[in-house]
């Protein structure tokens, strides 16, 4: 075998990746030839300094919480499609079964009374996503990317990364100091995600813009012994979600909008 | 298959290996912010032809949609930069003698030098070794990942380990 040979199988060699026959023709050159054995020598210890230095970089836990539900939001999109055929179907029943004044009517009617039925279906929805965004941030170590209690430190650092603007409060003297935020990801966007304590627990609360609701709060839904729950204001949708007990958690958020209308903008 | 057991099946098999894609991704990009935006994309885009996948290395499949999904996006946001276009048959790997400086400069090499030894080697030297190295593939995989013949693989990664070691030589014997 000659060196030119040799040499252009030397990675191969080294990596295992050559059959035996060839193997053994290299073996038998390298013993005699300096310059390949040299070669060699070289090629391992690139090798082996690369490895050692363990270079490889872990993905963020962020990154894998904003595929899943990006995942999850992909999937969603095709019921939502088949949700409103269904609502189509009916429409059509309606249709048949009477007169133009009366399918009027119906319709109307129909529309109002499915309207909720829609709204719950997105609220339990983004309450299962609420919920498994909570037990990631816990889970995965990645509660906060900013840590801070002082809320003139959290705020600017939302603003700079969101193209929204979040209220941000510190409870501290009521029993739930702000600990920090983080950017989420939630009905295919990213949220705030205000990191709140109590004692040993955490709440997290995620808030985004949402124009089209009026200011309101829905009842704590409970989870697998956590407590969801959801309110809108000022043109912004929250959702607060921690394992402290429901009547806790909306005493928290009462605190939360009382300071909201008391402060003077 | 019902979309949830769809995408079960699909964080099931593809999503362990999202390590691997973000690794590519950030030796490739060379940054973290444009690697998450990759592996993120190609996630999606391997989520969206999840049908085609058909067995086999369900990481060598990924990463082929990391590595392509890479590249035109290297080639849209950095005309200018990194793709150095590497003619095989040109570059010849200079053969050095006199290994005994060189031993020491690898020996020394902390992390960080390494890591920008690294990234300033040509693309393809580079995910050749990032796959080999870093995530132990073998050459078949490798060259399937990289759509080359496996000795072009093994060429690549002689070609890269050499340079590497010349490049750390060079910055050594800056540094002293």
Not at chain 1, 31 to 49: I, M, N, S, T, Y
Not at chain 1, 196 to 223: A, E, G, L, M
Not at chain 1, 235 to 255: H, K, M, N, P, Y
Request: include cysteine.
């Amino acid at each position: 075998m000659s060196c030119d040979l040799t040499q252009h199988f030397v990675p191969g060699y080294m990596d295992g990746e050559l059959d035996l026959v060839r193997t053994i023709e290299m073996e038998t050159h390298l013993k005699d030839c300096p310059v390949c054995a040299q070669k060699l020598e070289d090629q391992q210890g690139v090798r082996a300094v690369i490895r050692r230095s363990s270079l490889a970089y872990v993905a963020p836990a962020v990154l894998r919480g904003r595929i899943q539900s990006s995942l999850r939001a992909s999937a969603k999109t095709d019921n939502e499609v088949r949700e409103s055929g269904i609502q189509w179907r009916s429409l059509h029943v309606f249709r048949w079964a009477g007169a133009v004044a009366v399918l009027v009517l119906f319709s109307l009617n129909g529309w109002q009374l499915t309207a909720p039925l829609r709204e719950t279906f997105t609220d339990q929805r983004l309450a299962a996503e609420v919920f498994s965004s909570h037990v990631r941030s816990l889970e995965a170590n990645h509660l906060m990317d900013v840590v801070s209690t002082d809320q003139h430190t959290v705020k600017p650092w939302f603003d700079a990364k969101l193209d929204f603007s979040p209220p941000v409060e510190d409870l501290a003297s009521n029993g739930f100091p702000l600990v920090g935020g983080r950017l989420d990801y939630l009905e295919g966007r990213e949220v705030a995600a205000l990191v709140y304590q109590r004692r040993n627990h955490f709440i997290n609360v995620f808030v985004w813009p949402d124009s089209n609701k009026t200011n309101s709060i829905q009842p704590v839904k409970s989870r697998q012994g956590y407590s969801i729950m959801r309110w809108s204001r000022d043109g912004f949708q929250c959702w607060a979600v921690s394992d402290i007990t429901g009547s806790e958690l909306a005493e928290f958020i009462r605190l939360l909008e009382n300071y909201n209308s008391s402060e003077p903008n | 298959m019902s979309d949830t057991a769809r995408r079960e099946r699909f964080e099931e098999t593809v999503l362990p290996h999202l390590d691997a894609a973000y690794n590519l991704a950030r030796w490739l990009t060379r940054n973290d912010q444009d690697a998450q935006d990759v592996a993120q994309e190609a996630c999606l885009r391997a989520f969206r032809f999840f049908d085609r996948y058909q067995g086999g290395s369900a990481r060598a499949w990924l990463l082929t949609i990391v590595r392509n999904t890479c590249y035109t996006w290297l080639h849209k946001n950095r005309q200018s930069d990194s793709t150095e276009l590497f003619d095989e048959e040109i570059h010849h790997p200079e053969l050095s003698g006199g290994a005994d400086p060189e031993v020491q400069a690898l020996a020394a090499a902390d992390k960080e030098t390494l890591s920008r030894a690294l990234e300033e080697l040509p693309d393809v030297f580079r995910e050749a070794l990032v796959l080999r190295e870093m995530e132990g593939m073998s050459y078949r995989e490798i060259a399937d990942v990289t759509a080359v013949s496996l000795g072009t693989v093994m060429s690549r990664l002689a070609r890269g380990r050499t340079r590497l070691r010349q490049s750390l030589t060079a910055e050594l014997s800056r540094g002293f």
